[in-house]
């Protein structure tokens, strides 16, 4: 099974509705992190959580919002989607205390807003 | 702020040997990492350097510079599917601890 997976793996939505892309690992990792990524763009960072308590801005948190609901989830939501939030969405996690902080990334969500 | 540069793309052959150029600025760095992608797939580590110099892990290398801001990704003894992008990355501890993603370069490796 995949430590980090992501649902659903591909949506389609329309301008306006509400969206929730959810991500659950079993690292057992305290760091979580949501990225989009666009093409040319890289990944750019919408928000980060270190613990369950704790919830961070990224770099391009505007219409987004999330919630740590256990140390295992993460989940990103879109309150009113837009056409220019499609992109593909990557959670990530990473481990802190392993002194590195590598992230693992789970398989990414497609969403496509028309 | 921070600001990482890598090309955008680039083209060898099977068994040739490439190397990537990644620049950066930054402070509080705390380490450089290669990540690859394959196209529509998720990035998977590859490597990270902390210190000056270079770190070999079978047909791929990283070299660091931290005086310079300079990291190279090598890739040795090419195959095709080594044809993915490669995501250089800067852990920095300003700000908050997170890391930056470069835009990538995408390598194509022909026949």
């Known amino acids: 099974d995949a430590d980090v997976t992501q649902t659903p793996r591909n949506r389609i939505t329309k301008t306006g509705k509400r969206i929730m892309l959810e991500c659950s690992q079993t690292k057992g990792h305290d760091r979580m992190y949501w990225y989009r990524q666009d093409p040319g763009l890289g990944l750019r960072l919408i928000y980060y959580s270190f613990d369950v308590k704790d919830i961070n801005k990224g770099e391009i948190s505007d219409g987004y919002s999330v919630s740590r609901q256990a140390q295992a989830k993460f989940s990103l939501s879109l309150e009113s989607a837009i056409p220019n939030q499609t992109a593909l969405y990557f959670c990530?996690?990473?481990?802190?205390?392993?002194?590195?902080?590598?992230?693992?990334f789970g398989p990414g969500t497609r969403l496509t807003v028309l | 702020g921070q600001n990482i540069d890598q090309p955008t793309e680039m083209t060898a052959t099977e068994g040739a040997i490439v190397q990537i150029n990644c620049t950066y600025q930054?402070?509080?760095?705390?380490?450089l990492f290669w990540y690859q992608q394959h196209a529509g797939e998720a990035p998977t580590f590859l490597s990270y350097?902390?210190?000056?110099g270079l770190e070999e892990k079978g047909r791929f290398s990283s070299f660091l510079s931290r005086s310079k801001g300079y990291s190279y990704l090598l890739l040795k003894e090419l195959q095709m599917k080594d044809s993915a992008s490669y995501l250089c990355a800067v852990s920095a501890l300003t700000g908050g601890f997170k890391t930056i993603f470069g835009a990538g370069t995408r390598l194509f490796v022909k026949a």
């Open positions: 990530a996690t990473s481990d802190y205390d392993s002194g590195t902080d590598t992230q693992y």
């Open positions: 930054t402070s509080g760095f705390n380490g």
């Open positions: 350097n902390v210190l000056d």
